[in-house]
């Protein structure tokens, strides 16, 4: 390996004490791949053992916590006990080489697809009407009951509890791109005029509560728990860096081993408000303070870029999306070296080099995911 690669693989140790082995994550990644019920496929065991095999921390694809909560074709579910004997099978072939393997508990509120929900049905903090995922028409979601919201948030954490069951070693709270969670956050979502309208925080921090107590329940102190946001929303109004700052103060006063940020661009500026023109990450990592690693993801695609993220010293843990699909040997290539044979081009014509489940080769040639290709569509 080229020395000046090494920062990228120094040992992480969380708040729990925890040690992960480098500063790689693999990121919560939509596979499309698990059956129709949610149980885990064959094709999904294969593909993230694939990419789990190099991190110091693997995430599994968002997982549903209700059915009601559903947002995407060939979606995992955590949202019932049958669901625990394939998690036990996921858990091993993400934990096989040595990482942590963490479930992202999720719950896609309007953003929930009604073809895939029971009685077609989507529910949301307000009534919206939206399109979502692969939908070509807009669906309109219901405002939830108080008595839904308390539901769901038991759900979150009876979806810890199996997650704990079938062996993991944590779980992600998923507050971010636009599901449930964060739609409570936003003034854009949530227009409720009761509790859960008037302070916006309420949602999540009673979800956060609710899955640090399960897991206070069912597991050791080694057990990590963590959560993932959006710093900004383009809709108006909606969340704001000023948002983001009070949503990142109540977490980091939480017993969290990591927050996870959600980002297209690990260099993303501000949008506006007081700080336009910010670096996202850079006033993230100083609102965070040192309490807990930061996990940033955005467009890295190159060792260079990896390293670059980590050197700044506002990035603790670097995720890898569309790259780790891209090339699973992309943390083998710079250890061993061969940073320069990294495939970080989508090649429409070489379905073997990058060895994906077929059904998420489909959504990359057809375009739905932003990606450098050879083609230069």
């Known amino acids: 390996m080229d020395k000046k690669f090494a920062p990228l693989f120094e040992k992480v ?15 919560p990644l939509t596979h499309v791949s698990s059956n129709d019920d949610g149980t885990i496929s064959d094709v999904e065991i294969d ?13 599994s694809a968002a997982s549903y916590v209700t059915d009601l909560g559903k947002a995407f074709p060939g979606q995992p579910s955590v949202a019932h006990d049958s669901d625990i004997d394939g998690l036990k099978r996921l858990a091993e072939a993400m934990k096989k080489n040595g990482a942590k393997a963490i479930v992202q508990i999720h719950h896609g509120g309007a953003q929930s697809l009604p073809r895939l929900t029971p009685n077609g049905d989507a529910a ?12 070509k028409e807009e669906h309109h979601a219901r405002e939830m009951t108080n008595e839904e919201i308390e539901q769901t948030i038991t759900a979150f954490g009876e979806a810890a509890r199996r997650v704990i069951e079938a062996g993991f070693d944590g779980v992600e709270i998923h507050g971010a791109n636009h599901y449930l969670i964060q739609q409570f956050v936003s003034p854009y979502y949530n227009r409720r005029e009761d509790e859960w309208g ?5 949602f999540p921090m009673r979800v956060v509560d609710e899955v640090v107590d399960t897991v206070k329940t069912y597991a050791d102190e080694k057990f990590i728990v963590g959560y993932r946001f959006s710093p900004e929303e383009a809709e108006t109004p909606g969340i704001r860096m000023e948002t983001t700052e009070e949503l990142v103060k109540h977490l980091i006063e939480k017993p969290l081993d990591y927050l996870h940020v959600s980002l297209m661009d690990v260099n993303a500026e501000t949008r506006e408000g007081k700080y336009q023109g910010e670096g996202r990450v850079k006033l993230l990592h100083q609102w965070i303070d040192g309490r807990m690693p930061l996990v940033v993801i955005g467009s890295i695609f190159t060792a260079e870029q990896a390293l670059e993220a980590v050197e700044s010293k506002n990035v603790e843990l670097l995720a890898l999306g569309r790259e780790i699909l891209l090339d699973h040997h992309f943390i083998n290539k710079i250890k061993n070296g061969k940073e320069n044979d990294i495939v970080s081009k989508f090649d429409p014509n070489s379905e073997e080099k990058h060895d994906l489940p077929p059904n998420l080769w489909n959504q990359f040639n057809e375009g739905f995911y932003p990606l450098p290709r050879t083609d230069g569509k």
């Not at 140790?13 to 990121?27: G, I």
């Not at 789990?52 to 693997?58: H, R």
């Open 124 to 135: 949301a903090p307000s009534p919206i009407t939206l399109q979502s995922f692969d939908e």
């Open 47 to 59: 593909y993230v053992e694939q990419r789990s095999k190099d991190v110091g921390l693997a995430i």
């Open 13 to 27: 140790t969380l708040p729990n004490k925890v040690e992960l082995r480098n500063r790689f994550v693999l990121a």
């Open 198 to 202: 008037e302070n916006r925080l309420n």
